[in-house]
Nanobody, 124 residues
Framework: QVQLVESGGGLVEAGGSLRLSCAAS????????MGWFRQAPGKERECVAA????????YYADSVKGRFTISRDNAKNTVYLQMNSLKPEDTAVYYC?????????????????WGQGTQVTVSS
């Protein structure tokens, strides 16, 4: 049973940066594709970034390309989301997700393990 714990959320002004971390335990981290999702009030959960098992392949939603960077450290069982040039529309609860079924997963239904979420609020 994999457990995922996010950290690093908070309140930041527009144009600022945050780095989210997701620490995994209970499984072989390098076997898991990982993703970051977000859900704003009244909106569906969306995948903002995903990374394959080795870290060599990444996916980004168009809305965050060039501003967000996903990375992972398999030695530390941790996946990161570096968020730069933040905008008020990035405000949401951000979730970390993991699954070992496929090398790279970009859909919500593809992930079996989820963290509890961390709030990111970007003020204008």
């Amino acid at each position: 049973q994999v457990q995922l714990v996010e950290s690093g959320g908070g309140l930041v002004e527009a144009g600022g940066s945050l780095r989210l971390s997701c620490a995994a335990s209970g499984g072989t981290f390098s076997h898991y594709a990982m993703g970051w999702f977000r859900q704003a009030p009244g909106k569906e959960r969306e995948c903002v970034a995903a990374i394959n098992r080795s870290g060599g392949i990444t996916y980004y939603a168009d809305s965050v390309k060039g501003r967000f960077t996903i990375s992972r450290d398999n030695a530390k069982n941790t996946v990161y989301l570096q968020m730069n040039s933040l905008k008020p529309e990035d405000t949401a609860v951000y979730y970390c997700a993991g699954d070992s079924s496929r090398p790279l997963i970009t859909t919500e239904v593809g992930y079996g393990y989820w963290g509890q979420g961390t709030q990111v609020t970007v003020s204008s």
